[in-house]
């Protein structure tokens, strides 16, 4: 009697949850052996802590924040905060991801299996907000060790630097599936570092007049570094509910451009 082959049934498409663990599980796999990489975007805000905010605290005696007397070095940590989730973020959804793209062919192999540029979007900012996430638990830890921490509102200030990351890492990657060549990175450090400097990090909002002031308000880091100062010092008020709303409908906003600019890389 021969044996008479009956073909399997094909393996169901992975879920959205499936595809999220398995290409985090990749990043995860491919950077355990340059974990000197993550020091970067860690130590940057905590030598400006250091420098500016203890060295130039020296100097300054404290400002008032919504009504309340916050010593300088206060207020510059939550901004450090917010800078370095800022940080992260930006480091992997706009270097990495290029390298990806256009060299790696990285989402070519992906999409070569039933995985979809949903899922190459998705795990790419949940990667670039783990990587934020880690700089921000660490530099809170920096912060609770040097007794910057007034509040316990401030338990909430890690998911706030996770929105910070999932904001700007939808952000960032959308605009990194615009760049040609790695000059174009040149543009990426002109808008950083600017946001760096006057999104109120260094002194208060109040510094700037008129419609300038209107300008800083609108920028999103403005909007992470009020929502991390306010829950460190306690000092709250509807900027932070305004900075939430903020964030959230400009990652939605990113992640929906991502997945667009992805079919239209990849699929045609």
């Known amino acids: 009697?021969?044996?008479?082959?009956?073909?399997?049934?094909?393996?169901?498409?992975?879920?959205?949850?499936?595809?999220?663990?398995?290409?985090?599980?990749?990043?995860?796999?491919?950077?355990?052996?340059?974990?000197?990489l993550f020091l970067t975007g860690f130590?940057?805000?905590?030598?400006?802590?250091?420098?500016?905010?203890?060295?130039?605290?020296?100097?300054i005696d404290s400002f008032t924040f919504n009504g309340q007397e916050v010593p300088y070095a206060a207020f510059v940590a939550p901004a450090m905060l917010a800078a370095s989730a800022f940080n992260g973020a930006l480091l992997d959804s706009t270097y990495n991801v290029f390298f990806k793209l256009k060299y790696?062919?990285?989402?070519?192999?992906?999409?070569?299996?039933?995985?979809?540029?949903?899922?190459i979007a998705r795990s790419e900012i949940v990667w670039g907000q783990l990587r934020g996430g880690?700089?921000?638990?660490?530099?809170?830890?920096?912060?609770?060790?040097?007794?910057?921490?007034?509040?316990?509102?401030?338990?909430?200030?890690?998911?706030?630097?996770l929105l910070i990351g999932f904001a700007f890492?939808?952000?960032?990657m959308a605009l990194t599936t615009f760049m040609k060549s790695w000059q174009d990175f040149d543009k990426i450090t002109l808008v950083q570092v600017p946001l760096f400097l006057f999104s109120a990090t260094f002194f208060p909002i109040t510094a700037f007049d008129g419609w300038l002031r209107w300008v800083v308000e609108c920028t999103p880091l403005y909007r992470g570094v009020v929502l991390c100062r306010e829950l460190t010092t306690g000092a709250l008020s509807w900027?932070?509910?305004?900075?939430?709303?903020?964030?959230?409908?400009?990652?939605?906003?990113?992640?929906?451009?991502v997945r667009r600019r992805l079919?239209?890389?990849?699929?045609?």
């Open 169 to 172: 890492s939808a952000v960032c």
């Open 134 to 161: 880690s700089y921000s638990a660490a530099f809170l830890l920096v912060m609770l060790a040097m007794g910057l921490i007034d509040s316990w509102w401030a338990l909430l200030a890690l998911p706030a630097a």
């Open 43 to 59: 130590l940057e805000p905590v030598f400006y802590l250091f420098s500016i905010g203890i060295g130039v605290g020296q100097l």
């Open 239 to 257: 900027a932070s509910a305004v900075s939430v709303v903020y964030l959230v409908v400009m990652g939605l906003v990113g992640l929906y451009v």
């Open 1 to 36: 009697m021969s044996d008479v082959f009956t073909p399997r049934e094909p393996l169901p498409p992975p879920t959205a949850w499936q595809a999220l663990r398995l290409l985090v599980l990749r990043n995860y796999i491919v950077y355990r052996e340059h974990w000197k």
């Open 263 to 268: 079919d239209s890389l990849l699929l045609t």
């Open 104 to 119: 790696d062919k990285l989402y070519d192999q992906v999409l070569a299996t039933p995985l979809t540029t949903s899922d």
